[in-house]
């Protein structure tokens, strides 16, 4: 588990092909890693990624064929740069939320635009995520634990102070770049709860529907 505070940005030192997934070594840069094991787990612009080499500089973590297509982590070259961030400890401050380094799926930046001294980001999500994002609810992109300003659709703007645009990715964001995203634990858990027995039947994975909704008094038919 993860809170969305980023710790350091680090880059993509090289990426290694093995058939159908991959291998890659991240310097860290100024991410302390005295206290990190082999088989700990750093999220990598939002992945959660398992240390299999400590090299001193950095680690090393292979990439699943399921990552790669189910994240942006293909977009990533050599010198890339990628926010950081170790798993969290029962001693770690919740700053953010609580993430878990599952990629639910990819956004795309759609507009950008200076706001005073913040920055405003228009994001797209998948139109599968699009019940999970609220207005002032909590999302992860590329790792980073922000809040969701305004909603439309299946779109989300984000309001970025400068300290975020200078200590995470957030400032290199243009139209187009692709992102991870995460929606809210609570929500994701939420939705499969009301379900009830019906979460154990096969589904195309709707989830809910205003007609189940409906059917269990959760919307006024008036």
């Known amino acids: 588990m993860f809170t969305g505070i980023i710790q350091a940005v680090g880059t993509i030192a090289a990426l290694d092909p093995k058939g159908a997934d991959a291998r890659v070594r991240v310097r860290t840069g100024q991410l302390d890693l005295?206290?990190?094991?082999?088989?700990?787990?750093?999220?990598?612009?939002?992945?959660?990624?398992?240390?299999?080499?400590l090299p001193g500089d950095g680690f090393l973590a292979d990439v699943s064929g399921e990552t790669l297509s189910r994240s942006a982590f293909a977009d990533l070259r050599v010198g890339s740069a990628v926010n950081l961030e170790k798993a969290l400890t029962l001693a770690t401050r919740l700053g953010g939320h609580l993430v878990s380094g599952h990629v639910d799926g990819i956004g795309t930046v759609v507009a950008r635009r200076e706001e005073g001294r913040s920055?405003?980001?228009r994001i797209a999500a998948p139109a599968e995520l699009a019940r999970y994002i609220a207005e002032k609810g909590s999302i992860t992109v590329d790792g980073i634990s922000l809040t969701v300003n305004r909603v439309v659709g299946a779109e989300f703007e984000l309001n970025i102070v400068p300290h975020s645009l200078s200590e995470t990715t957030l400032g290199q964001f243009q139209p187009g770049r692709r992102v991870?995203?995460?929606?809210?634990?609570?929500?994701?858990?939420?939705?499969r709860l009301m379900l009830g027995e019906r979460a154990a039947l096969p589904s195309e994975g709707e989830g809910l529907t205003t007609a189940f909704l409906a059917e269990h008094g959760f919307l006024n038919s008036r």
């Open 34 to 53: 005295s206290d990190v094991a082999l088989g700990d787990s750093i999220a990598v612009n939002g992945i959660c990624l398992t240390a299999v080499a």
């Open 119 to 121: 920055v405003r980001f």
């Open 180 to 191: 991870n995203l995460e929606v809210d634990l609570i929500a994701r858990y939420l939705e």
